[in-house]
Nanobody, 112 residues
Framework: QLQASGGGLVQPGGSLRLSCAASGFISGISAMGWYRQAPGKQRDLVAVISRGGNTNYAGSVKGRFTVSSDSAMKTVYLQMNSLKPEDTAVYYC????????WGKGTQVTVSS
């Protein structure tokens, strides 16, 4: 239903771009976003964008990450710059209409 891609291994200071596409039968999406979960920790919000274009970011990623979507609100992107080791986590895509949908997650590892 949600297919994420773009994770991988990157050195500190590097960049990655995540993408997540919603399948056709998920309609009327009002918001899409990204969450992450590090080992032994809870899943936390990273960034979210609404259909109207409003965005919200976790304080730890402001100024480094940018969330965007296509005009149809079927694909969401997360541009991650100036990556730090503490950004290492599994990143999950989320889409919301009357329900909440989750992707399987993509691993992002920031390490030298």
């Amino acid at each position: 239903q949600l297919q994420a891609s773009g994770g991988g291994l990157v050195q500190p200071g590097g960049s990655l771009r995540l993408s997540c596409a919603a399948s056709g039968f998920i309609s009327g999406i009002s918001a899409m976003g990204w969450y992450r979960q590090a080992p032994g920790k809870q899943r936390d919000l990273v960034a979210v964008i609404s259909r109207g274009g409003n965005t919200n970011y976790a304080g730890s990623v402001k100024g480094r990450f940018t969330v965007s979507s296509d005009s149809a609100m079927k694909t969401v992107y997360l541009q991650m710059n100036s990556l730090k080791p503490e950004d290492t986590a599994v990143y999950y895509c989320n889409a919301v209409n009357r329900l909440s949908y989750w992707g399987k997650g993509t691993q992002v590892t920031v390490s030298s």
